[in-house]
């Protein structure tokens, strides 16, 4: 009972936290995106053009307890349109030690057991590590860099003894916030001081900083423009609660992968689950992102509901996961053809998805012209809307490079070639 008391207050405080965020941060979007074609051609997609790798879309198991075989399959496996394909969970680094961490180990194992990689991440040192003797607030001592690298590496070796390896640790969950639940501020320098001399002691694992709440990149240019320390990072990680939904070229130009690790919206009905699409798509071709989190994955909000029934959230972030697999790679494509419609397109090898959002309240008839490479001779369209739920639709042919399709209204529709 008092695990579960514990859970509703961290869940009230979080969505409460999550509000605020949104509200002390909203601003308008100083950076729009940059319209990448292959001809003047609407929908033009140049498959010789690549990205960004893609690791997958994922979700926290955070706080949740222990998910079921059940709830792993509807959430990781990839077999029927109810699976949903997801390649990444995010667990939680207890700070209480390693008698507290074999919840999180028991849902690694069956997120990996279903192909998933998995990465961890801390909400705040030991207590006796911090400067306030608490898990709430306070800053690591600077006495104590060394012993917390050790402590993360721990826990990366107790995961891997468990049959869960992991493939990425986090050195803190949003250092520049000031909340009521478990956390740790850390600025820029102390970031920057850690990475550099104290990230290695963590092991082999791949170390991602700074999972900021907005994604401030202020938080790890420092870390970026030292060479040494630069080597010791990874993945560049944030939150895009209010802002941080942009281009980081120090980072791309450092060949650090971007991660947007957490992100939430309450929202339940269709309207709120189409923005979560287009959010996910400027991600990807916005943001350059390589991976995309949402915040809970067995949450009313999330794409996974209390029940255990996959959601029109969990069906939109599907109609990504499930085809544009992990190790797929971006290709230039026509951002925002024609009006409330956003492209995003992907390839492995011969393989090519094309996502196609329609935001609009009408049909739209979108021509898309591939070129660049070897163009598919057809297409699969899976659909996601009010009414339907990663929906398979009758092929449609190519001809001299190109197709046209009537892009249901508010509707998600992934092209996948045959």
């Keep these: 009972m008092k695990k579960q008391l514990l859970h509703l207050c961290a869940t009230a405080l979080l969505i409460t936290a999550s509000a605020c965020k949104k509200s002390i941060t909203e601003q308008a979007d100083s950076n729009p995106p940059i319209i990448?074609?292959?001809?003047?051609?609407?929908?033009?997609?140049?498959?010789?053009?690549?990205?960004?790798?893609?690791?997958?879309?994922?979700?926290?198991?955070?706080?949740?307890?222990?998910?079921?075989?059940?709830?792993?399959?509807t959430l990781f496996s990839n077999g029927s349109a109810t699976q949903l394909g997801l390649s990444?969970?995010?667990?939680?680094?207890?700070?209480?030690?390693?008698?507290?961490?074999?919840?999180?180990?028991?849902?690694?194992?069956?997120?990996?057991?279903?192909?998933?990689?998995?990465?961890?991440?801390?909400?705040?040192?030991?207590?006796?590590?911090?400067?306030?003797n608490n898990v709430v607030g306070g800053v690591l001592n600077t006495s104590s860099y060394g012993a917390y690298a050790t402590y993360l590496k721990s826990f990366a070796d107790y995961m891997s003894a468990g049959g869960a390896s992991l493939y990425a640790i986090s050195v803190q969950n949003e250092p520049d916030i000031?909340?009521?639940?478990?956390?740790?501020?850390?600025n820029a320098t102390q970031l920057f001081n850690f990475v550099k001399n104290n990230a290695t002691a963590i092991g082999s694992t791949k170390v991602i900083a700074a999972e900021s709440f907005h994604f401030d990149h202020a938080l790890t240019d420092q870390i970026?423009?030292?060479?040494?320390?630069?080597?010791?990072?990874?993945?560049?990680?944030?939150?895009?609660?209010?802002?941080?939904?942009?281009?980081?070229?120090?980072?791309?130009?450092?060949?650090?992968?971007?991660?947007?690790?957490?992100?939430?919206?309450?929202?339940?009905?269709?309207?709120?689950?189409?923005?979560?699409?287009k959010e996910i798509s400027d991600c990807m071709t916005v943001g350059n992102f390589s991976a995309y989190l949402w915040w809970y994955l067995k949450r009313f909000y999330g794409p996974m509901d209390d029940n255990g029934n996959p959601t029109k959230r969990g069906f939109v972030m599907g109609q990504f996961s499930k085809y544009v697999r992990p190790g797929y790679q971006r290709v230039n494509a026509t951002y925002n053809p024609n009006p409330n419609v956003y492209l995003s397109?992907?390839?492995?090898?011969?393989?090519?998805?094309?996502?196609?959002?329609?935001?609009?309240?009408?049909?739209?008839?979108?021509?898309?012209?591939?070129?660049?490479?070897?163009?598919?001779?057809?297409?699969?369209?899976?659909?996601?809307?009010?009414?339907?739920?990663?929906?398979?639709?009758?092929?449609?042919?190519?001809?001299?490079?190109?197709?046209?399709?009537?892009?249901?209204?508010?509707?998600?529709?992934?092209?996948?070639?045959?």
């Design 345 to 418: 397109a992907y390839k492995s090898g011969t393989k090519v998805v094309i996502i196609a959002i329609n935001m609009g309240s009408s049909t739209v008839s979108q021509p898309f012209t591939l070129g660049g490479g070897t163009v598919p001779a057809s297409f699969t369209p899976h659909i996601t809307s009010g009414s339907k739920s990663i929906s398979t639709e009758a092929s449609v042919s190519t001809s001299g490079g190109a197709f046209t399709y009537t892009l249901p209204a508010q509707s998600i529709t992934t092209f996948v070639s045959n």
């Design 88 to 132: 990444i969970l995010r667990v939680r680094i207890d700070p209480a030690g390693s008698s507290a961490w074999g919840t999180e180990l028991g849902n690694a194992q069956k997120a990996k057991a279903r192909g998933a990689i998995v990465m961890a991440t801390p909400w705040t040192p030991p207590a006796s590590m911090k400067s306030n």
């Design 224 to 277: 970026l423009n030292d060479a040494t320390a630069a080597s010791h990072l990874s993945i560049v990680g944030g939150h895009i609660y209010g802002s941080g939904l942009t281009s980081y070229s120090l980072a791309e130009s450092k060949g650090k992968e971007l991660w947007m690790t957490e992100h939430l919206d309450t929202s339940t009905d269709w309207a709120g689950a189409l923005n979560t699409a």
């Design 36 to 73: 990448q074609a292959v001809t003047a051609t609407a929908g033009g997609i140049d498959l010789g053009t690549t990205r960004q790798t893609i690791r997958g879309f994922g979700g926290a198991s955070v706080w949740l307890g222990a998910l079921t075989d059940a709830h792993m399959n």
């Design 178 to 186: 000031t909340v009521t639940y478990e956390s740790c501020s850390w």
